[in-house]
């Protein structure tokens, strides 16, 4: 009788992770064609060929940047969650880093990749039971919200965010940082193109410029 194969832990995470990615995918294509069958609406096959060939390849670009930047950070069941549940750059990342500075681990050690996947877990948790919050409450806390002297500390809740995590890793290898920090501020100053909406693509190429960086400076001896 053959014995039953005992899969490793590494072999769930893949498993659940390609299972739940492909999920992702199909759910995700299923609900623009969910719309055109209920309301019998569908789209010019021609000009939405056109369009999607001309976006097409900036996103592939960006999923394969995005792929090779955030695995080594994040671990293998912290990146698969990472994917399926979203908001990588501004949330799960910061939040994953922090857990596993605070507990002193890597993420490509065992113990990283458990506080990675844990933390991004409760991070996907947390975000959903705000929504929930955020959604039943919209109406009531509308006023309170929209007043004017909240209007000025929402406008600073992601640089708050970023600023103290920038505290922690800068002053770590500031020769190391100060690359990348005048690759952006130069990019995002003389570029008019790239505003909020292009954190995302930015992010590995930030990551990719200073990983360049962190390079030549240890070929040279400077790390």
């Known amino acids: 009788m053959k014995k039953k194969e005992t899969l490793t832990y590494m072999d769930s995470v893949h498993r659940a992770g390609r299972a739940w990615g492909l999920t992702l995918f199909v759910l995700i294509l299923a609900f623009p064609f969910a719309l055109a069958i209920i309301f019998g ?10 369009g999607t060939l001309a976006i ?3 996103y592939w670009a960006v ?24 908001n990588i750059s501004n949330l799960k990342l910061p939040c994953a880093l922090d857990a596993m500075e605070r507990a002193g681990v890597k993420a490509n050690s065992e113990e990283g ?21 955020g959604v ?10 929209s007043s004017e002297v909240l209007t000025a ?3 600073q809740l992601l640089p708050a965010l970023f600023g103290g995590l920038a505290v922690v890793f800068v002053s770590k290898n500031l020769r190391l940082a100060i690359a990348p920090i005048v690759l952006m501020l130069a990019l995002f100053i003389f570029v008019p193109a790239l505003n909020a909406g292009t954190v995302g693509i930015m992010v590995p190429v930030g990551v990719l410029f200073t990983l360049a960086v962190a390079r030549i400076l240890y070929k ?3 790390l």
């Open 41 to 50: 609406v569908l789209p010019k096959w021609g000009p939405l060929f056109r």
């Open 220 to 222: 040279k001896g400077k």
């Open 56 to 58: 097409l390849p900036m």
């Open 153 to 155: 500390a929402f406008a």
């Open 113 to 133: 990749e458990i506080i990675s996947t844990i933390s991004i877990a409760v991070s996907s948790i947390v975000t959903t039971i705000i929504i929930i919050a």
């Open 63 to 86: 999923g394969l940047v995005e792929i090779f930047t955030y695995v080594p950070m994040l671990g293998a069941g912290g990146s698969y969650l990472s994917f399926v549940t979203g």
């Open 136 to 145: 039943l409450l919209i109406i009531p806390l509308s006023p309170i919200l």
